[in-house]
């Protein structure tokens, strides 16, 4: 059997992730996800031809690698989509939020296209071999594998009628993190495609994480003010509940700079909350540390001082008072790049304020809010409102849901046999030249395609 990769996107960038194996006559698409920032310019539309395509198998729900479902669908695409069952029943609500964005759908729209994708839906538990039988009567397996990124993320090992194994990463999560467990290598792979987002870089410790939240909430709180932080509603939200939760815990009254019992923390979002209740669904996903919490009574990702904002109107009610008042509070929105969501509005209404902090926690693409913000632009336009930046703009890398180049690294390396041939994708041109120099270290004997080639 023939084997060709394609590339449909994220071959360089690290947003709208398609992927295409092409099996002689047939393929299999991994991932169809939208482009955001800079990369958004790039349509919607589907532009590659999909009478072909046999099924469509998913990593995870990042509206990166789900996004563009819609436009598949409407292109004709009549297949099977197989994830993973957590990924199975976050993708119905990613797909439903993106469609209210992107299109203005209302909820019957939304309620019936997502009983349409779950009708095409195949969820499929982790480490099982299914079996999916081409067109041509050729028979290829596929298995779904923890990444570590996000809840039901996975990397997909896919096995030819040959015995070939080709691998996709999807997008991987850093190891030592106390939510969900750490990814472990393929034993053996062939074809190996992963993804290159920090090739480049190396995270602040993930051990010190929490205690780097502490220290700038407290030290912001002294001053007043709302702390802002934009998350994505999938994945670091949930971690930094999580977190939370922990030093609310564990803090004592008398000895602490400001009183955690009282602190209100926001959780303005719809969506998160509805993904954090599935966190909380298959808690079987989490670590032992996460369980062992769970059983001594804790909760960890619904504790009281927790608070969930759900109509829009108490939204922008919240969003007016904490610009009047100044009180304190920790506000988790989305979305993480502030390229849309109600983090925006809080950050429109708080940002020439000084007491206000943001907390950036996550990459930033270029082309959006949050890349400005992070690069400390003084001056930036919302919502063709020109606003002069007091608040305090912080960054943390220990949140973030992607492996960095040492995680990478141990990835690869982790793997007993092959890869004969390594595409890297999914990262700017920096991070996947610097990867693909150390890949090739480790493994001599494998070729090394990037997307810049």
């Known amino acids: ?24 006559q ?135 009628s040959t015995g070939e194994i080709v ?40 051990e010190r994480r929490e205690a780097q939240l502490k220290e700038i909430i407290e030290r912001s709180l002294i001053d007043g003010g709302v702390i802002l932080i934009p998350a994505f509603s999938v994945g670091r939200t949930q971690e930094l509940l999580f977190d939370i939760e922990n030093i609310i815990a564990a803090s004592n009254v008398k000895n602490e700079a400001v009183n955690w019992q009282e602190i209100p923390v926001i959780l303005d979002s719809p969506l998160a909350g509805e993904i954090t209740a599935q966190y909380r669904n298959f808690k079987m996903l989490w670590t032992k540390e996460a369980k062992e919490r769970k059983q001594q009574g804790r909760h960890p990702l619904s504790f009281s001082q927790c608070i969930t904002i759900e109509l829009h109107s108490d939204h922008q009610a919240l969003v007016n008072r904490l610009k009047i008042s100044g009180e304190a509070a920790i506000v988790v929105a989305a979305s993480g790049m502030c390229a849309g969501g109600r983090i925006v509005n809080y950050l429109e209404a708080l940002l020439p304020d000084k007491r206000t902090d943001v907390i950036m926690i996550g990459y930033q693409a270029r082309g959006t809010l949050g890349r400005d913000l992070y690069s400390g632009k003084c001056v930036i336009t919302i919502n063709k409102t020109v606003i002069n930046v007091k608040a305090k703009i912080h960054t943390m890398s220990g949140y973030s849901a992607h492996a960095d180049q040492a995680d990478l690294l141990k990835f690869v390396g982790g793997i007993k046999q092959g890869p004969q041939t390594i595409h890297v994708v999914h990262g700017d041109k920096q991070a996947q030249l610097a990867f693909a120099e150390l890949l090739q270290q480790i493994k001599p004997q494998a070729k090394i395609v990037t997307g810049f080639s």
């Not at 919607?44 to 479902?69: C, Q």
């Not at 299109?103 to 099982?128: E, M």
């Not at 990463?169 to 034993?187: A, R, W």
Request: some cysteine; hydrophobic content about 45%; glycine content about 10%.
């Open 1 to 24: 059997m023939a084997v060709e990769i394609l590339h449909h996107g994220a071959k360089v960038g690290v947003t709208g992730s398609c992927h295409e194996i092409k099996l002689g």
């Open 167 to 206: 691998v996709f990463s999807g997008d991987l999560g850093p190891c030592n993190t106390p939510l969900l467990v750490d990814p472990i290598s393929p034993e053996i792979v062939d074809t190996l495609i992963i993804e290159s987002t920090y090739g480049d870089q190396v995270h602040h410790g993930i």
């Open 26 to 160: 047939h393929g299999l698409l991994i991932d169809c996800g939208m482009f955001q920032g800079d990369e958004s310019k790039d349509a919607l539309d589907i532009d590659f031809p999909i009478e072909h395509i046999h099924a469509l198998l998913l990593t995870h729900s990042h509206i990166d690698h789900v996004g563009r479902i819609p436009w598949l669908l409407a292109a004709g695409f009549k297949g099977k989509i197989y994830a993973s069952e957590a990924t199975a029943a976050l993708l119905p609500l990613m797909l439903a939020d993106g469609l209210k964005i992107q299109l203005g759908f209302n909820q019957q729209q939304c309620d019936q296209f997502t009983l349409l994708v779950k009708s095409r839906l195949k969820a499929i538990p982790y480490d099982c071999w299914a079996q999916i039988i081409l067109p041509s009567g050729e028979l290829v397996k596929i298995r779904f594998r923890p990444a570590g990124h996000i809840l039901g993320s996975a990397y997909i090992e896919i096995m030819l």
